[in-house]
């Protein structure tokens, strides 16, 4: 079956979230939240470098929807479900539709973490994938260095099932960096 024609639930929600795809409008909470978390994000994430403005956020938030729609990439839009407030960004990603497979990925609005959204959202995404979307396999990367990116799967019950020794180059550029990969499979 093509992807685009692949039918299942576009929002979803846990005892204290709501999770769902991008909508046009939403760049300038994204935004907002890009600007309050730089600090948090710039070791990590490349994008977090760029000198993008509201408008540019919201142009990758459209990307986004329309890549929801067609099914080439699944990211999700996480709220608080009693407040409405935009809180983090995650989604399925790296999707292979004929085993299927997704790679999870997130981060959150520096205000609200150490609250356990991330790890109720990814856990709620996981299943996601798994239920809905018939997963055979979700996998979770991250940076070696990054103990907060990396302790979610690990407390999920995610399997390490390698390191990728010298896999990417720094966001500075400045030095190798190893790559983890964690898997939960059906």
Known sequence: MKPILREFPEEFTTERLLIRKPLPGDGKAVY?????????LKPWMPWAHLDQTELDVEANIRE???KFLTREDL?????????????????????????????????????????????????????????????????????SKNVKSRAIPEKLGFTL????????????????????????TK
């Not at 600007?35 to 948090?40: G, I, K, M, Y």
């Not at 609250?115 to 798994?130: D, W």
Request: contains cysteine; hydrophobic residues 45%.
């Open 75 to 143: 990211r999700l839009l996480v709220f608080k479900k009693d407040t409405g407030e935009f809180i983090a960004s995650s989604g399925l990603h790296r999707i292979d539709w004929n085993v299927p497979k997704f790679e999870i990925g997130y981060w959150i609005d520096t205000r609200h973490s150490r609250k356990g959204y991330m790890m109720e959202a990814t856990a709620a995404i996981a299943n996601f994938a798994f239920n809905e979307l018939k997963a055979m396999r979700v996998e979770i990367r991250c940076d």
């Open 64 to 66: 986004s929807y329309v």
């Open 32 to 40: 907002e939240a890009i600007q309050a978390s730089l600090d948090e």
């Open 161 to 184: 099932e390698g390191v990728l020794k010298n896999n990417s180059i720094s966001v500075k550029g400045v030095e190798l960096r190893d790559t983890c990969i964690f898997a939960m």
